[in-house]
């Protein structure tokens, strides 16, 4: 079972390095990425792997950890746009005063914590009275 997980993980890893070997715009990966692939690497590693589907593996992880940055990057650029955008928006309502929004915050306190403090209350006088709890 785990030999043949290995060899598809190995084959559709193959597979992915390949497709990205043909792509001309391929950049090659960080020493900290390549680093950090071959910890994972290690870490994973099943007895009887050769060296190189470790190697393969290890590409593969490499390729998921550019992705992964790259999402972020493109995240962490859209997230600045929109900030941009906003920023932008406030100065300008700012600035022509049309509109004005205030928001008014109310806060409520739920009734329940008060009503079994003046019930434990309650019980705690009838014992002192009716002699249960002495003090």
Known sequence: ???RMVERLSSFIMLMVKNEMTKNTYQKPSPQTQEEALRITKGIQRPGQTKE???????????????????????ARELNRRLKKAS???????????HEIEHIIVYRQHGLPWVLLVISWIIAVMGYFFGAIKF
């Open 1 to 3: 079972m785990r030999r």
């Open 53 to 75: 589907q470790s190697k393969l593996i290890a590409q593969g992880i490499q390729k998921g950890i550019e992705l992964y940055k790259k999402q972020q990057k493109e995240k």
């Open 88 to 98: 932008l928006q406030k100065t300008t309502s700012v600035d022509t005063g049309d």
